[in-house]
């Protein structure tokens, strides 16, 4: 059924993958998993849905990385205005790294902060 509604959010591609929100943004590898309870905080997550989500995290990553030929990943949530959430529900951000893709590591934060703005 989630496949069926828009979300509020612009995503290019939205896949249910057992019972998971995946997310594929117009960036062509930042990708989104939330769970489909939507909730704004992580601390509104059941403890099983804390467990699915990071479970389907896992799997999202180890397909992630290897697609886009990373060889590491970011993985990140924004929990809150001061963490730098900018799009009030709980979502897992989850980016392929390569070798020198950034001169200051650090700035795949900012890089992060980019795309959810965009989307907004």
Known sequence: ??????????????????????????????VLVCPLRPVERFRDLHPEEVVDLFQTTQMVGNVVEKH????????????????????????????PRKVGDFSRNDSVY???????????
Do not use: N
């Open 68 to 95: 886009f030929c990373g060889t590491s990943l970011t993985i990140s949530i924004q929990d809150g205005p001061e963490a730098g959430q900018t799009v009030k529900h709980v979502h897992v951000h989850v980016l």
């Open 110 to 120: 900012d890089e992060v902060g980019l795309i959810q703005r965009s989307y907004c």
């Open 1 to 30: 059924m989630a496949l069926l509604l828009k979300p509020p959010w612009d995503y290019t591609v939205c896949h249910l993958w057992k019972k998971k929100r995946i997310h594929l943004s117009q960036q062509e590898c930042d």
